[in-house]
């Protein structure tokens, strides 16, 4: 028997030597060079394809640590160099029922697609105990051997290696092979799945190995060992060890492959070009599956084409209804057709093309920088002449995007409800509501929310065009394309199942889906997995953060989830480590109340000196789970991690908030948020940034009902100064009337924290000065004038010391005309009674005028025409006064005019729309007086402008509504006049809060018999309205 068997073994060895000859005859010998390099120059972004090749049932283990940590932390690698990562793993993908040469062809033409990507493949193969299989003679078409010089008697994988690397001697393949010590420590019952039953196999891998050490460097060929670590419920065995051999050797050779293959261009690169460069990748990425949306595009088309087009189409649609995708597709078709000059209209120069995808690329949030890009690549600013911030930059758009000789322009903007916070991302100040003629704008956008809201009430309405469900066979192609981008399919039955869930209507649940099957790594239970895909957008996203939790982190990543939804805008990536460094913390415990006071923490040993920030490797697991879901945001720390979808906000709070999952089910859901924020409270109390804490700390103590902490904070001069707006300080009233239900307070604390700041021997006289201006402005912006005169009398005692300088007078007087006038608006009308205070407000405007003529900047400027606004809107009730022997009626109603003319021509010199509009508001009082309709219409066009420069929750909002509330109450139209009553509550109790005199007296309108009887007829209008529908259902 040995006898044999020995003959056995040399027959085997023999026909591997034959078949290995073959293979020599067949290697390029021209590409075996010592000088192995490939530099390939680009602009832009490339794709970087990674082919792996294995034996499937023997490399499960490793598989899995590849396709679920070392890719994904490659991706991010790359992502950073501007190259798109692709993993080609076959482990499944391809259906029991294709014929031998579709399987043929979709191993080896995937390696044809990485030749054409990437001129040399990144090829990956992992080698073991077993040669897989062995297509017979029959098995492989003519065609198939002879487009890849098919080799008799190799398997599939050692063909794979063949065409990917071996007859190229290619300087990018990476050879792992497991040392086979493992065997003796796995259960022999499982052997069947690392050895080969084949008799031929050992001969055939023990020459493959040993040809492989011949033909390739030795950092391309490499041995690893794993530790057996168990039998997963799946009945896979598992491994230990595998991260910081096979995990970290792969990722390193491929890093430096690729670094040496696509360098890093030389030299700083423009962000403008950067920005439009990314845009265009996510663009090309996007546009390259949309289906079922043929309708949808022809209307976008029409659109672009169309003439006289003066206001933007919207793409409306809830989240994940693929609005990114064809917004990226209309891009696409538009720059192509704009590059060949076929969009009538470009004139000679043709249509150039602005495409923006916001939250798709790191910093696309900022509108600032949006708005300058796009005035840079219009040729309107160059870097001498670029605004200096985002009020100046959204008055230049606006200019830009409303003045005919405009070169030919087709803005195209996704998700323009995602930009960054303020009022400007809102109120959409920097898009004019009439577009110039050759304006094109598209924009997409959930519907529904402020930005929608804005232009819909905007005059000039915009074109909306919503976002339907997927039919089926739109559905079926979405699936088979995203998973065809990684060699996989779903057979028949498998997709019938898949869009048989209500859900695969929407197209980010069909795309979670697919990434769900394509990271699943156990094929013969594929369908069982797509079986247990839950139903519905949230809780499939519920199940996903159920599987990272597993596999990813655990607490650590439920927190780092919970940490981001409470966040208010976000986190930095350090600030995220730091807070998730205290493990012993991590947490709400299951006794907590859910609540922490200052500085409690729970089983507390360590001190926040012993916290270091989270380990490197523990937030690489997390941030590899939760990249796909967040917003893009460069390079670490550069930029705040946030969820780029809202939905998986969502998500987020249903599964660990409102449910109360978080292992403690005794605490409600308003305890966890109160433990969240409490956290993230403690943690923005010791930051020193103050630009961050201001965004953050605030937040979380109102959300905690922290107001001794809050008020200690706001106390502060550094914050004072940074909440400041000479014109009115919004957000500092608004967190202090939530500090304080005592409108004194502010008052009280500010008046002590000067007094300790004078007797402070450092304080400059100056310095001190330019505070009492500043706090008394907040007082007269709050109604606290007790304190606001009070102060008025240190300020011209100080500035007498200091010499009575011009510049500074003029504030000075501009200040007590302010306070003067906030005691003349505490009367509910206009009356003799306030004499004695606007008398004082006139002439104390008239002398910051008189100084300001010989002020020379822009800052003046400004300044001089809103006094001539404030002077204009006084002199409109000394008019209706009909003024006293200092000044008659006459004369004030021609200083009115004039003051008002001069106002409004600094205004449009600068560019500055909403006090145009309130410098057209501030005539129509006075020409009301005389002719309702003449005043009505002046209303109108001052509404129109300011709507659009500021919005209705605005100072300037606010005065035009309730202005032509009183308009229109003084024609008789109750109506319209209770609608504007309303819409003015709502704007003053927002700015000023409920009870500043302001707001009380538009309280008291809407409680005035007229305004009640409206209230209730509405009310009873409503009532019969629904008991109609009732009756109808019935």
């Known amino acids: 028997m040995g006898c044999g068997s020995s003959n056995a073994a040399g027959s085997y060895q023999s026909d591997v030597n034959t078949m290995w000859n073959q293979v020599r005859r067949t290697v390029d010998s021209s590409t075996k060079t010592n000088d192995k390099t490939l530099v390939i120059r680009r602009s832009g972004w490339k794709t970087v394809r990674i082919f792996v090749s294995s034996t499937f049932r023997d490399f499960h283990a490793e598989r899995e640590i590849l396709i679920k940590e070392v890719f994904p932390d490659l991706r991010v690698w790359c992502e950073k160099r501007r190259l798109h990562l692709v993993d080609c793993d076959l482990r499944w993908g391809i259906p029991k029922d294709t014929t031998t040469e579709e399987t043929l062809r979709t191993c080896l033409g995937e390696i044809d697609r990485c030749y054409q990507d990437n001129v040399m493949p990144f090829f990956l193969n992992l080698t073991s105990e077993r040669c897989g ?349 995203t998973l065809g981008n990684y060699q996989k399919r779903l057979d028949a039955e498998q997709m019938a199942s898949l869009l048989s869930k209500e859900s ?238 005592n409108q004194k307070t502010m008052e009280e604390c500010y008046l002590k924290a000067l007094e300790v700041t004078k007797d402070d021997p450092k304080t400059n006289l100056e310095d001190l000065g330019l505070l009492y201006e500043k706090v008394a402005r907040v007082f007269s912006q709050s109604n606290q004038l007790e304190g606001g005169f009070a102060l008025l009398e240190k300020l011209f005692a100080v500035e007498e010391e200091l010499g009575n300088r011009p510049e500074r007078m003029m504030l000075i007087y501009d200040l007590a005309a302010s306070l003067s006038s906030a005691k003349v608006q505490l009367h509910n009308f206009i009356v003799k009674a306030m004499m004695p205070d606007l008398k004082p407000a006139i002439q104390y405007r008239m002398k910051a005028l008189e100084l300001s003529k010989d002020l020379k900047g822009e800052q003046f400027r400004f300044k001089r025409a809103m006094a001539l606004t404030a002077l204009a809107f006084c002199l409109r009730k000394w008019v209706f006064l009909r003024g006293d022997n200092s000044m008659s009626a006459s004369e004030a109603r021609e200083l009115f005019f004039d003051s008002l003319k001069e106002a409004k021509e600094i205004f449009e010199e600068l560019g500055d729309q909403e006090h145009i509009g309130g410098c057209i508001m501030t005539e129509a009082m006075l020409r009301r007086d005389d002719n309702k309709q003449v005043g009505l219409k002046l209303y109108k066009e001052a509404e129109e402008i300011i709507m659009q420069s500021c919005g209705e929750m605005s100072i300037m909002g606010s005065r035009i509504v309730i202005n032509m509330a009183i308009l229109f109450e003084e024609m008789g139209r109750h109506e319209e006049a209770y609608d504007y009553w309303q819409r003015g509550k709502l704007s003053k109790i927002m700015l000023k809060g409920i009870d500043h005199p302001s707001t009380q007296r538009v309280l008291n309108s809407l409680n005035q018999p007229r305004m009640k009887r409206v209230a209730e007829k509405r009310l009873a209008d409503e009532k019969l309205l629904l008991e109609a529908r009732d009756s109808e259902l019935s």
């Open 133 to 481: 299989w062995i297509p017979n003679q029959m098995e492989v078409p003519p065609s198939i051997r002879s487009d890849y010089r098919w080799i008799q008697g190799l398997s599939v994988t050692e063909m794979e290696i063949m065409h990917g690397a071996y007859r190229k001697d290619n300087f990018n393949s990476l050879f792992m092979i497991r040392d086979s010590s493992f065997l003796q420590q796995v259960p022999k019952e499982h052997h069947k799945d690392f050895v080969d039953v084949n008799p031929i196999a050992p001969a055939k891998l023990q020459m493959l190995k040993q040809m492989l050490k011949e033909r390739f460097r030795k950092d391309q060929v490499s041995f690893y060992n794993c530790e057996f670590d168990g039998v997963n419920d799946q009945g896979k065995v598992e491994f230990n060890g595998l991260e910081k051999t096979l995990g970290k050797m792969v990722y390193e050779f491929f890093q430096r492959r690729i670094t040496e293959q696509y360098p890093l261009e030389d030299g700083v690169l423009d962000p403008y070009q950067q920005a439009k460069e990314a845009h265009e990748s996510f663009m090309k990425n996007r546009s390259a599956s949309v289906l079922g949306r043929t309708n949808i595009l022809e209307q976008m088309k029409e659109h672009i084409i169309g003439i006289g087009v003066d206001v933007p189409l919207l793409l409306l649609g809830g989240p994940g209804t693929g609005k990114s995708s064809i917004m990226a597709r209309v891009a696409d078709v538009t720059v192509a057709k704009a590059l060949t000059k076929e969009i009538p209209g470009g004139g000679e120069q043709g249509w150039h093309v602005f495409y923006h995808f916001v939250g798709a690329v790191p910093g696309s949030p900022n509108l600032e920088m949006t708005l300058k890009r796009l005035l840079r690549e219009l040729g309107e600013v160059n870097d001498t002449t670029m605004p200096q911030d985002l009020e100046s930059a959204c008055q230049v758009t606006y200019a830009v995007l409303s003045n005919p000789n405009t070169k030919p322009v087709i803005i195209i903007i996704d998700a323009l409800n995602q930009f960054d916070e303020c009022k400007e991302a809102t109120v959409l100040n920097w898009l004019p509501s009439k577009l110039g003629p050759q304006i094109r704008c598209i924009f997409s956008m959930i519907d529904e929310t402020p930005q929608h809201q804005t232009l819909h009430s905007r005059p000039n309405k915009p074109l909306e065009v919503y976002v339907t469900p997927l039919d089926m066979s739109s559905r079926e192609a979405i699936v088979q394309e």
């Open 504 to 741: 695969s209507q929407n197209p980010l649940w069909l795309s979670v889906a697919c990434e769900e099957l394509r990271v699943y790594g156990i094929f013969e239970k594929l369908s069982d997995k797509i079986n247990s895909l839950a139903d519905g957008l949230l809780n499939l996203l519920e199940q996903v953060l159920t599987r990272f939790e597993e596999e990813n982190g655990g607490q650590l990543l439920v927190a780092s989830l919970c940490l981001l939804e409470c966040s208010c805008r976000g986190l930095l990536e350090t600030e995220l480590l730091n807070i998730l460094g205290d493990e012993d913390n991590l947490m709400p415990g299951k006794n907590s109340s859910g609540k922490m006071e200052k500085g409690q923490e729970e089983n507390r040993e360590k001190t926040s000196e012993d916290i270091s920030p989270l380990s490197a490797h523990k937030w690489a697991r997390i941030f590899r789970a939760l990249k796909p879901f967040l917003r893009p945001f460069g390079d670490s720390g550069e930029g705040r991690l946030d969820f780029y979808h809202r939905a998986l906000s969502k998500a987020v709070r249903a599964k660990y908030f409102d449910n109360g999952q978080q292992n403690n089910s005794e605490i409600s859901s308003e305890g966890i948020y109160d433990w969240w924020h409490t956290k993230l409270a403690n943690h923005f109390e010791g930051v020193t940034n103050l630009e961050r804490k201001s965004e953050e700390y605030p937040h979380h103590l109102v959300k905690i009902n922290d107001k001794k902490r809050l008020i200690e904070f706001l106390k502060d001069w550094d914050v004072f100064h940074h909440y400041y707006i000479e014109a009115f300080s919004g957000e500092l009233l608004a967190l202090w009337r939530q500090a304080s239900d």
